[in-house]
């Protein structure tokens, strides 16, 4: 039955920690007979405390008693007088130090974490980690969300059952996090409704790679405060010296950092998890708004306080620059300053529990200097803390002495230090532990996962799930409706065409986008189509012959190719192309035309060249125009030094009654006319040469359209090495077990009869039936011998044959040898050196034929003595 009251997640999940914990109560009373070392009973630590978990809660209900007594007082009333005063606040709640585990055992929250290095690299990092862990476990909301748990399971079974709310979430993700080296604390505080509820439908999806450069944030704050300082020194009358020395250091460029920093990600063509700076503002002020609407619709004026647990990740271990927040139930990374939170109660990790005495803070402005004591109140105490403690208390004593109540307030104290003296007891959690297999599950149970964004829908696979081998899609809409398709990013892995990202246009400037690794046919590198209208492709330099870097081609019009570090020099070449056979007039160079035309006619052929270095100043080529129509070429020279033009060369070379007409007036105009035959051939010769190069490479990028167009028919999914050597381990251990059983069948079998070919038929039979006769064991004999010696002949002929074709071969050789030498031919090397190698294998049959020989008397000797000595053919002694 439905509660009116029940809380619902953004995807319509229930909390079930009561039903799971009846279901653990029933699976202890299943197990009471259970042995304790059987592999799946429960652990002792779970269903009881050891001496020091006890003396640990003992000690946390005296400190709630003192904090409580000292920091839990109701907050005062507002004024009359005080009318624009802020709204109320709630009184402070007592921290969340105890909580029950699955088995209904009271334990201290340090102690439910556990520090644990998993064998998988990827979790290493903390936004994998993060990520992961928001698609493995299936979030449930806080019920009520107003107070914290009354249960806090185990992250055994957290893990175990894909199951469990902000707090299990955040116990997991800090008991990784902390393994993995980074200084984690799981946090206990407030966040507005659509974060505990996992509402992202009002959020821009943050997976999309955000196209702005990134600021350098630490280069422009110590600029402003250097400028202000600088400014400061100048008008400050109390300065020392009014003079300041101009700085002529050389300065960091800024401009040039964001530069560099904009061409890194750039080339990064993955997904984030982390917010940019302004979406996060944006999250934000979401949150504020969120506060307003539940303080304007509460009954007594009060804010609504939803209960939540994140993640704290401080600033030192594991690189981290400064400090950030994890959201666990999504897998996000907030900076202090944009994060959503309300307000923070407490923070702890496996050793220690800090509570914050700046419970008005936003958990934005908040300090997170644990060592801060007018911040933060810890529970345990080391012996340097300690020591820094009773040091700062020296003054506060001598202060209460002058009271009259010093004497009561100093026994307290001094109590209170005694008593505090204790450290968190150890973790009772069994070893975190998950497969390599679950590992690649990611969502389950099925491998999938879809979030709906603010116009947008992300949905997630894990490997071997989609036919595609899609991992991510992300479709962007133009509506809040999500009706309309603006854009869809895809991410593949592990294909064979290499293929990793595909992004799709279908509104205005309509495109496909494909992105590809090194390796793949062709070395593709990025591919734009625009439908109907133009291809441009990029390439990896390093993978291809040609050393092409990018090719542009307008269907039906022209084709663009770039170069780059060509030892020809050549950097740039493009033709013109017309489908109209009257255009291209009867000196037609002719590429296929595919689906748009059965013919494409090339009109002009144009080539750049880089600079020669090692050709003489103004005779390095620079352009190469051909007109086909005309049969006519144009060459372009570098200028040479101390030169302002370059020479132009012009080549009629193609004359005859289908050429058109050059006029008198035209030939007159024509820059560098040259009339040399030599000349002539030659800039034909060229004109022949280029029109084959792009040929070939037509024909070339004809294949690679091809090879996608099957591809796509068929999609195969390459296997990573990891996967061979799992594939392989496990193929080795299934071999091994089936090798053992048909060993142990081979032992029963026995070995293969060497007479069973021989005593078929009636023999057989009366085999069977009492014995045969000496006749027939006769003919049983000379059948096999007469097989065996089949056998050998077969084999020497064999032998034989090869060696008459080695000595035929040789032969023939030195005839030609002979007739070489007698037309004048006098050399020598290629015919010592096959005449070596012929004799090598002449000799190597020599010897096999020869050995062969000695084997097949011993083999038949062999054979006959252990017909003889056959107890079947015993008849024939008689």
């Known amino acids: 039955m439905i ?7 953004a995807e319509g999940k229930l909390n079930t920690k009561l039903h799971r914990h009846k279901e653990c109560l029933k699976l202890l009373e299943s197990q009471k007979d259970m042995d304790d070392d059987a592999p799946d009973a429960v652990r002792t630590s779970y269903t009881t405390k050891s001496t020091k978990e006890e003396l640990c809660i003992e000690y946390i209900n005296s400190f709630l008693d003192q904090f409580a007594a000292i920091y839990m007082q109701e907050p005062p009333k507002k004024s009359r007088k005080n009318k624009t005063a802020s709204a109320p606040v709630a009184p402070r709640k007592f921290p969340f130090m105890l909580a029950e585990n699955e088995f209904g055992i009271e334990k201290f929250v340090c102690a439910t974490l556990r520090p644990t290095l998993m064998p998988i690299p990827e979790l290493y990092d903390m936004y994998e980690c993060a990520s992961f862990i928001a698609g493995y476990i299936n979030y449930e909301p806080l019920d009520p969300q107003t ?19 902000s707090f299990d979430l955040s116990t997991l993700l800090c008991s990784f ?4 080296g980074y200084d984690a604390y799981v946090v206990n505080g407030y966040a507005p409704k659509f974060v505990t509820l996992r509402d992202q439908s009002k959020t821009v999806c943050p997976l999309i790679q955000s196209q702005e450069p990134s600021v350098n944030t630490n280069g422009s704050e110590s600029g402003k405060n250097s400028s202000n300082s600088f400014a400061k020194d100048e008008t400050d009358p109390s300065s020392e010296s009014p003079y300041v020395p101009p700085d002529n250091s050389v300065k960091p460029s800024k401009f040039m950092a964001d530069e560099a920093e904009r061409k890194r990600l750039a080339g990064l063509d993955t997904f984030q998890l982390w917010l940019p700076e302004a979406e996060a503002q944006d999250e934000r002020k979401m949150a504020e708004t969120e506060v307003e609407r539940d303080v304007e619709g509460g009954a007594t004026g009060v804010p609504i306080k939803r209960v939540h647990a994140w993640v704290l990740i401080c600033a030192g271990k594991r690189d981290v620059k400064e400090s950030l927040f994890v959201e666990p139930s999504t897998g996000r990374v907030y900076g202090l300053a944009s994060s959503p939170y309300m307000a923070i109660e407490s923070v702890w990790n496996d050793s220690n529990y800090w509570i914050n005495l700046k419970f008005e803070k936003r958990a934005s402005e908040m300090d997170f200097d644990l060592k801060n004591e007018q911040c933060w109140e810890q529970l345990f105490l080391s012996g340097n803390n300690s020591k820094v403690r009773n040091k700062g208390h020296e003054n506060d004593e001598q202060d209460l002495m002058n009271q009259t109540d010093a004497p009561e307030t100093e026994a307290k104290l001094s109590d209170a230090n005694l008593t505090r003296y204790f450290d968190a007891p150890p973790t009772w959690v069994s070893p975190l532990s998950i497969t390599r297999s679950k590992y690649l599950l990611k969502y389950p149970p099925h491998g999938k996962r879809s979030v709906q964004y603010y116009c947008a829908k992300a949905d997630f696979f894990s490997r071997k799930i989609n036919s595609q081998s899609m991992v991510m899609r992300i479709i962007l809409y133009l509506d809040k409706e999500c009706t309309i398709v603006k854009e869809i990013h895809e991410w593949f892995e592990n294909r064979a065409d290499k293929m990793y990202k595909r992004i799709r246009y279908f509104l205005e400037n309509r495109r496909f986008v494909e992105f590809y690794s090194a390796g793949n046919f062709g070395e593709v590198k990025k591919r734009t189509e625009f439908p109907g209208k133009r291809i441009e492709s990029d390439f990896y330099v390093d993978g291809r012959l040609d050393r092409l870097l990018r090719r542009e081609e ?5 084709i663009t190719e770039y170069f780059q570090d060509r030892t020809d020099y050549l950097v740039y070449r493009s033709i013109e192309l017309t489908t109209d056979r009257n255009i291209a007039g009867a000196r037609q160079f002719v590429l296929p035309g595919g689906t748009l035309a059965a013919e494409l006619f090339i009109t002009k052929m144009t080539q750049c060249y880089d600079r020669d270095s090692t050709a003489l100043s103004g005779t390095d080529i620079a352009k190469r125009v051909f007109f086909v129509r005309e049969g006519k070429a144009v060459f372009y020279f570098h200028f040479g030094k101390s030169q302002i033009t370059g020479k132009i060369k012009t080549y009629l070379h193609t004359r005859g009654p289908l050429i058109p007409a050059i006029s008198d007036l035209a030939l007159t105009q024509e820059v560098g006319l040259d009339d040399d035959a030599d000349a002539l051939m030659e800039a034909s010769a060229l004109e022949r040469e280029c029109y084959t190069s792009i040929k070939a490479s037509f024909q070339q990028n004809d294949k690679i359209q091809e090879n996608r167009r099957d591809v796509e028919k068929d999609i195969v999914v390459e296997k990573t090495v990891f996967d061979r050597a799992l594939d392989a381990v496990e193929s080795k251990s299934h071999y091994s077990s089936n090798n053992t059983d048909k060993l142990a069948g081979d032992e029963n079998k026995g070995a293969t009869d060497y007479l069973t070919a021989f ?18 064991a006769l003919e049983i004999r000379q059948a096999c011998l007469d097989a065996l010696k089949a056998r050998l002949v077969e084999r020497a002929n064999i032998i034989q044959t090869r060696l008459h074709e080695e000595n035929a071969k040789l032969a023939r050789k030195q005839e030609q040898f002979q007739r070489s030498q007698r037309e004048g031919d006098l050399s020598t090397e290629e015919y010592e050196k096959y005449c070596t190698e012929a004799m090598f294998r002449i000799q190597i049959l020599e010897q096999r034929l020869a050995a062969h020989e000695e084997a097949a008397v011993r083999k038949f000797a ?10 079947r053919l015993k008849v024939l002694k008689s």
């Open 3 to 9: 509660r009116p009251s029940m809380v619902f997640s």
């Open 147 to 165: 107070e914290p748990p009354k249960y806090l399971f185990s992250p055994t079974l957290t893990l175990d059952s894909s199951v469990g709310d």
């Open 177 to 180: 996090l902390l393994g993995s």
């Open 554 to 558: 307008v269907i039906g019009e022209s």
């Open 759 to 776: 005593l078929k038929g009636s023999a057989g039979d009366k085999l069977s039936a009492g014995g045969l006769t000496k006749e027939e």
């Open 862 to 871: 062999d054979l006959d003595q252990k017909l003889s000595s056959d107890s």
